[in-house]
């Protein structure tokens, strides 16, 4: 899959818990699947912090991503989680693109 921010960039696999999530080396961005998210953070959000890299960046936040799996055009939402992180989720597949930097403000207490 490619990152739905940087042009011609593949997403790399991580694993974490069991559960591969796909990370862009170069913006930091990371791309969950419906729910997988949700579980890790409920279960195992210590696990996710070495994924939580790059920093918040307005120009990648501001520019809106097509979701790599099905190239909807994704939609901007507050995080449930933390309302001041503005996270990207997909229409069709639910699915969930966090930029790099997000994650690790989602993880802060
Ligand atoms: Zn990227
Ligand atoms: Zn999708």
């Known amino acids: ?13 991580a694993a974490v818990r069991g559960i591969e999530v796909d990370r862009c080396p170069r913006c930091g961005g990371i791309w969950f699947d419906v729910k997988e998210l949700g579980a890790l953070m409920a279960s195992h959000p ?4 070495p994924l939580a ?11 809106a991503g097509l979701c790599p799996r099905d190239q909807s055009r994704m939609i901007r939402v507050r995080s449930a989680r933390k309302p001041t ?13 966090l930029d790099g930097g997000e994650l690790g403000e989602l993880l802060l207490p």
């Open 46 to 49: 210590s696990d996710l912090k």
């Open 53 to 63: 890299r790059g920093k918040n960046d307005d120009s990648t936040d501001a520019r």
């Open 85 to 97: 992180v503005i996270v990207e989720t997909c229409p069709t597949c639910r699915g969930l693109w």
């Open 1 to 13: 899959m490619k990152c739905p921010k940087c042009e011609d960039q593949q997403l790399a696999g």
